[in-house]
């Protein structure tokens, strides 16, 4: 498929602006030397709704289709910490909407969960063991509303649906269209993944358009069973959305190229390990990763490097999708572990 056929298909779907603009690509040069492969950064946490992250081209599309069905209040779910949370709550104020979200984990003014009671979102937290069990108290509030004559969407955890994934599609074409401009080939393009929306429209984007780009998907803690199995029918799905028939990635494809082993403990743990690199990184490029998603994901990209399973001279881009508020919102936990830390 050529770039202006896909362009001209993400066309077709109602959309709302949120980005600033195309997101930067930037040379990690220091660590780079370190490596011997060179290592670029995709800014996506620069999106410029919010916190910035991933979510804002998700939600492009998202609140697009509520507009289109004429939604007056939009619902959400995630961990205290989501930043799909927080850049919907925004997303929905700056449309009039009124947004919900339903949060698992511990009320404390900080992080995301101040942001989104700076927005005056309508915030429900339920002590539950994972956010998918916060779907039926979703429903339930969707029903509730509509009772009282309004018109809710619910939108799934991390906006992952068909619907959401044509954001990353449209970045897949922005990066190839900035790799163009800047006479770059990259060999691989990696990204954190969880909800699997990210890493669907990573997958099938260069799957699509430039096939010879080896495109890896790092866990953060979800099993992997269950990821694959999500992004298999997050691609399927958004296939026949679009009607792409040809040149679809296969479920062995996504299994080898999801990789986990980086979880350190499972979704959302704060790993020491994690917050020591992020310092590194920090110190060498700096710019904050996050320690959810990003600070996994980069620990296990540098990781790979390191065990030579990407060679030397390779062109890498990592997708860096955002989620700078974790920081703060562990930063009890986070100041403990870099307490006395040696000046590097």
Same mark, same amino acid.
């Given at each position: ?15 709302? %602006? ?129 009772? %009282? ?33 800047? %006479? ?161």
């Amino acid at each position: 498929m050529e770039v202006a056929e896909l362009k001209f298909k993400l066309q077709k779907f109602p959309r709302v %602006k949120f980005l600033c603009g195309a997101t930067p690509i930037v040379y990690a040069e220091n660590i780079s030397k370190e490596l011997g492969v060179e290592v670029y950064i995709k800014r996506d946490d620069l999106t410029g709704l919010a916190l910035g992250g991933n979510k804002t081209r998700k939600l492009e599309f998202i609140m697009g289709e509520a507009i289109k069905q004429k939604c007056d209040t939009v619902i959400t779910a995630g961990a205290v910490h989501s930043n799909h949370a927080l850049q919907t709550a925004a997303a929905a104020k700056k449309l009039n909407m009124d947004v919900v979200l339903v949060l698992r984990g511990r009320e404390e003014d900080k992080g995301n969960l101040l942001m989104n009671k700076l927005l005056n979102a309508d915030i429900h937290i339920y002590d539950v063991p994972n956010s998918s069990a916060l779907r039926g108290y979703m429903e339930e509030i969707a029903g509730e509303l509509s009772k %009282k004559g309004k018109k809710p969407m619910i939108i799934p955890v991390g906006g992952s649906n068909p619907i959401g994934v044509l954001g990353y599609l449209g970045a897949v074409v922005e990066i190839i269209e900035q790799c163009e401009n800047l %006479k770059i080939d990259f060999d691989y393009v990696v990204c954190s993944t969880s909800s699997g929306g990210t890493q669907a429209g990573i997958f099938m984007g260069f799957k699509l358009l430039k096939p010879e780009v080896a495109t890896l998907g790092i866990g953060v803690g979800d099993p992997k069973e269950e990821l694959v199995e999500d992004v298999e029918n997050l691609i399927i799905n958004t296939s026949k959305m679009l009607d792409v028939k040809e040149n679809l990635i296969s479920k062995k494809e996504i299994e080898e190229r999801t990789i986990d082993g980086y979880g350190f403990g499972g979704y959302g743990t704060i790993a020491k390990e994690v917050i020591d690199f992020i310092r590194y990184v920090a110190g060498k490029e700096g710019f904050y990763l996050d320690p959810v998603y990003t600070g996994k994901a980069f620990y296990g990209l540098i990781d790979i490097i390191k065990k030579k399973n990407i060679p030397k001279g390779s062109r890498v881009l990592f997708i860096h999708t955002g989620g700078l508020g974790g920081l703060f919102q562990y930063e009890e936990i986070i100041s403990k572990m870099i307490l006395n830390y040696p000046e590097s």
